[in-house]
């Protein structure tokens, strides 16, 4: 096990040297630097603004320096946010992206879960149409169209929840969790009804039945564990599409989440920050893929055989 | 391919292709999602002869108003009629969605069919390839390329179909290796074809019904795609009109005009759902699974 963690760890270095490379030649190909749009900059000021934040070197030796601080957790200055570093930006901005991930995922997992293992215990009845048309309407209503009318509903016309904000108001954390997490809940629900259908006509459930076991003990101590695998390999792209979907959330709730310094930095071109923004996501999904793949291997049996010995 | 040579000449069972149509046809849900897709493909074509005003025309004077007999779905802060706006803005969703996805098809087809059929190392060296570029955050690329690059419409369609592309190199890779093993490929490497020839003209065809699938499951994810970058300000500009500018603009004055809000929404939501339904019947049609074809 301990092998096969190192192995995936050793992979992810490429992973992540690409996505520096990327960005890093992405943004320095873009026409205009950061300090275009200020009104007419006296050229000496320019050159030392450029100095100062060495705009002026080659660009390998740029992309050196760079990778160097980066290594030592130093993301550098932002170029827009005078006097800030982009290692407070991130500080600022990424524990409340994280909890709104975090409680989006908790409300995916448990309506998802939940209704898809009440679904496959009675596949083709009512009791599976009626969750599995909801994960539909769920999947079809992305979270720009989903926040803003949830928003319409239980902010303006009943009142009941605020509609924007972070830690203001009580209550303002769960409209942005679940319009964030509902996608997900819907794709998390198909993912285990599928799974649970086709493990519960399995052998081993059968002679589980067979023995006389209670059903209840058959369905959560030995269908859940395979049942699930779809769901657990579906988490860490589903990690990663909530860190970059909360970027529409945090908009629309006007949350002062990573999300939004992200998309203001890549207006204003504020290539540290948006460098560091882009290697920090890339890293956690890289970390995310590789809990996923681990838990796999601790789940299944097939695979855990397979990682042991091979 | 299980029908064989012998089958045409009995007349009795269908090709794969028209007995996929036949079983589709008798999936309600797949139907109504094709037919409501083809209205929509054809209102927005038909979208000039359809209303007397153009997307971008404003009426100051008017400006907001609720749905009536002279706009039947409104008018936005500007006046311009909403109807026209959908309507526009559907050609331009509909046209990403489908541009895009056919980028995707034949990127994703010609790099997995070519590393399921040649296999060995060069399969290898292309997969991980893929595996790299699975890693990568994509959605932030996308949004800094449209940054760096202007919101151009083009770039928006290359860009969504490069990074579609990686599931369907996936799919078509294992179906070729299913196919590769078959006696009629076998066969056509024994009378000396090339193996480019073997592949588009051999492996390719056999695979159609996957990819058909998964094409028309990736449809909804492009226009998801592109909806996502206008509603942040980075996908199609005003006056130029797409579903998801005019959900984001919708947005900002929904508490005094809903219906600028509500009428994109549920245009966009029931295109959403008509793929779907058609996807999911298709696959049942085509009787595919996970990327597999079903066995017996």
């Given amino acids: 096990m301990v092998k096969f963690i190192l192995k995936r760890l050793l992979q992810a270095i490429p992973v992540l040297v690409t996505v520096t490379i990327i960005t ?82 908790l409300f995916a997992l448990l309506i998802g879960v939940g209704s ?158 948006i460098l560091g923004v882009t290697l920090l996501l890339a890293s956690l999904i890289v970390l995310f893929n590789l809990i996923a793949d681990v838990m796999i291997a601790w789940l299944d049996p097939k695979v855990r055989h397979e990682t042991i010995n091979g | 391919m299980k029908q064989s040579m012998a089958d045409v000449k009995g007349a009795i069972s269908a090709s794969p292709r028209q007995d996929a149509w036949r079983r ?34 404003q009426n100051l004077e008017l400006g907001a108003s609720p749905p009536s007999t002279g706009h039947w779905l409104g008018s936005d802060l500007f006046g311009r009629d909403m109807l026209t706006r959908i309507l526009y803005g559907s050609r331009v969703s509909l046209a990403v969605g489908f541009i895009a996805t056919a980028v995707a098809l034949v990127i994703g087809v010609a790099w997995g069919a070519t590393a399921g059929y040649l296999g060995g190392r060069i399969d290898n060296l292309m997969m991980r390839f893929v595996d790299i570029l699975y890693a990568l955050p994509f959605t932030v690329f996308i949004i800094l390329l449209m940054v760096v690059f202007g919101r151009n419409i083009f770039l928006l369609f290359l860009v969504i179909g490069a990074v579609e592309w990686l599931t369907m190199a996936r799919i078509v890779r294992g179906q070729v290796l299913h196919i590769k093993q078959q006696d009629f490929i076998e066969a056509a490497v024994s ?43 980075l996908g199609i500009q005003p006056p130029q009109s797409s579903w998801g500018l005019l959900i984001a603009y919708g947005v900002e004055t929904m508490e005094e ?23 999911d019947g298709l696959r049942d049609a085509f009787d595919v699974r996970d990327g597999g074809v079903r066995e017996g």
């Avoid at chain 1, 290594?71 to 990424?94: H, M, T, W």
């Fill in chain 1, 24 to 105: 890093f030649l992405l943004i320095h190909a873009a026409p205009g630097g950061p300090f275009d749009e200020e009104k007419a900059v006296p050229p000496e000021v320019l050159k030392h603004l450029n100095e100062r934040y060495k705009l002026d070197q080659p660009i390998h030796v740029q992309f050196y320096d760079y990778l160097k601080n980066a290594l030592q957790g130093d993301l550098g200055p932002s170029f827009k946010y005078p006097g800030r570093s982009v290692n407070e930006i991130i500080a600022a901005g990424f524990p409340v992206t994280f909890e709104l991930g975090c409680y989006a995922l």
């Fill in chain 1, 116 to 273: 898809g293992i009440i679904a496959s215990l009675q596949p083709n009845t009512c009791q599976d149409y009626v969750p599995m048309a909801f994960a539909t309407m769920g999947i079809c209503l992305p979270s720009y169209v989903l926040g803003p009318l949830l928003v319409l509903l239980f902010g303006i016309w009943l009142e009941w929840l605020p509609v924007a904000g972070w830690e203001l108001t009580p209550g303002d954390k769960l409209l942005p969790s679940i319009t964030l997490g509902s996608v997900y809940a819907a794709y998390i629900a198909r993912l285990s009804r599928g799974g649970m259908i086709e493990t519960l006509s399995r052998d081993f459930i059968r002679t589980a039945r067979a023995k006389g076991m209670p059903e209840s003990i058959i369905i959560f101590r030995h269908a859940l564990r395979v049942g699930l695998l779809p769901v657990v390999s579906f988490l860490g792209p589903a990690l990663a599409g909530l860190l970059t979907g909360s970027f529409v959330v945090e908009t629309i709730f006007q949350i002062p989440g990573l999300g939004r310094y992200f998309v203001q930095g890549a207006f204003n071109r504020d290539y540290t920050l």
């Fill in chain 2, 24 to 57: 589709l046809k008798k999936n309600k849900p797949a139907m109504f999602g094709l037919a409501v897709l083809s209205v929509f493909i054809l209102l927005a074509l038909a979208a000039p002869w359809i209303t007397p005003y153009s997307y971008s025309g």
């Fill in chain 2, 191 to 233: 009378f000396g074809l090339s193996r480019f020839h073997i592949i588009v003209k051999h492996v390719i065809p056999n695979i159609i019904g996957p990819v058909i699938v998964y094409a028309t499951l990736t449809v909804p994810n492009v226009i998801l795609l592109e909806s996502f970058l206008s509603f942040l300000g």
């Fill in chain 2, 257 to 279: 005009y809903p219906w600028l809000l509500i009428f994109p929404a549920s245009v966009l939501s029931l295109t959403l759902f008509s793929l779907n339904f058609l996807g």
